[in-house]
């Protein structure tokens, strides 16, 4: 059924068909029936208007995330343009391209309900269209004129529909920064429990990467941004076949398609969380932080035009005077400061130096920065200067920052006992865990041994005895070093458990002689497998085959 009534004509017209928009207007029957569908038109526009404007807190935040960037963006790219103008761009990405699809094709997004086999109907279709062109007409602020003069009555409906739709747009943008919506933070990542999982299609990676190597220079314009070096270790853009491991056949293949869209999932790591590296950044900071301060206690006792002329300049007595004045008033004040909240040892240390001193280290430190690009010498470190300005006024900023700062390390603090709690815990679980494990797996050895002969005697170990030569012949002894093949049969091997549950004593004789007794954990053993270590040493010398070893330790031991 329509969407809304069509008259239907009951027999059949004598008006010519070939007129102008003009000519079949001043016909009465065609201006009342235009005049009934611009209203049935209005109607139902005006249904799903409404309807839209009251999902706006439907819309997934990424989606009005992405048109937030996209107004700041253009506005910081085009200063001059009106808000109009932008909010009718940012229309064309909400309403054109997000919503507009599911109302011509409701079906093709399963938003409405069909009957097995059912489909929309020609006339369904035709004014599911003609209410997406209204709405369309709407949002662009683009009213009927031309050949559609005839429609020019609905032109007040559609600059009314404008201006909701504008506010529409607005509020859309009104959206929290990616911080205070996700609560992240830099410290985020030190108190997950979990790594952070992602699931994504192959035609998702492949189209992500393609666009990160096509504008890597738009996103990251530093030369030291990390992705440069992700994009580097990435190299070239995958194929379907690489990343699948399957063969899609020709181009055209229609499986390519569906291969495309395989979901997977991924698990993100930190591929630059590498503990005990330096961070070279922060050690560049901390130099600017120490030469900034120390340029201030130095400007303030020698002035001059520019600072390399204030370093050059050798500081007068009184000069150096009235810093060692300065400099001990500082060292009391700092003597009532709490332990905690005391200075580092290096800042300490630069109070005790005179002013010359003060200006030497300077020297070095701008020389490290004008290398690390962080100074410029040919301005007489201008910039430098300048920042420090920058720095005094905006000293009650940078407290409130600090502030909050701290209560954000206290929360991280807080988080990173509470990780440290659970990990523990989970070890001590893993451990009782394992314990329970083993003891099983010994009891369970003990019972499969004729269970009537050991029925009132006391539990005797039980030692193996293989000579090297029936080792080998196991595939359990892969060689010796510096013995020949022939020799094993003069070298025994006994293998026997000890009072800890998994550890295994392996004494080594030969020629009937003792030589060396070796520990063997079964935990290690798991643990080499687990790796894919398929051999390893006993007694410095003797390869093994860890799975041999373990599948005779089970059948002897655990009665697996």
Known sequence: AAL?????????????????????????????????????????????????????????????????VLKDSLH??????????????VGNLLYYRYMNPAIVAPDAFDIIDLSAGGQL???????????????????????????????????????????????????????????????????????????????????EIINTHTLLLDHQDAIAPEHNDPIHELLDDLGEVSTIESLIGEGCGTVNDPSKEMLAKTEVSLTLTNKFDVPGDENAEMDAKTILLNTKRLIVDVIRFQPGESLTEILEVPAAAEQEVEHQRAMQRRAIRDAKTPEKMKKSKSVQEDNNLSLQEKKDKIKSGLKKLSELGMANPKNRYQDLINDIAKDIRNQRRYRQRRKAELVKLQQTYSALNSKATFYEEQVDYYKSYIKTCLDNLASKGKVSKKPREMKGKKSKKIFLKYTAARLHEKGVLLEIED??????????????????????????????????????????????????????????????????????????????
């Open 4 to 68: 809304w009534p069509f008259p239907t004509p009951l027999f059949h017209s004598k008006l010519p068909y070939d007129v102008t928009p003009e000519q079949a207007l001043a016909h009465e029957e065609v201006k009342t029936r235009l005049d009934a569908s611009i209203k049935n038109m209005r109607t139902v526009t005006d249904k799903f208007l409404l309807a839209i404007i009251g999902s706006l807190e439907k819309i997934p935040y990424g989606m009005r995330f992405i048109a937030k």
């Open 483 to 560: 013995l020949q093949a022939s020799q094993f049969k003069n070298v025994i091997f006994e293998i026997g458990p000890t009072d800890e549950v998994g550890d295994f004593e392996v004494k080594a004789k030969f020629m009937g002689v003792q030589m060396e007794t070796f520990m063997l954990h079964y935990q290690d053993l798991l643990q080499l497998q687990y790796e894919g270590v398929a051999v390893m040493k006993l007694f410095e010398r003797a390869k093994v085959n860890v799975n041999l070893l373990i599948f005779l330790l089970n059948k002897k031991f655990y009665g697996k």
């Open 121 to 203: 109907t020609t006339d369904q279709r035709r004014n599911l269209g003609s209410i997406a062109k209204m709405l369309q007409h709407a949002a662009s602020n683009k009213m009927f004129m031309g050949d559609n003069a005839h429609l020019a009555l609905i032109n007040e409906f559609l600059s009314q529909s404008y201006q909701k739709f504008r506010r529409f747009f607005q509020a859309a943008c009104e959206v929290p920064e990616l911080q205070e919506k996700f609560n992240v933070d830099e410290y985020s990542d030190l108190v997950t429990l979990t790594k952070p999982v992602i699931y994504i299609s192959i035609g």
């Open 76 to 89: 910081e790219k085009f200063p001059d343009a009106s808000e109009d103008e932008l909010l009718k761009i």
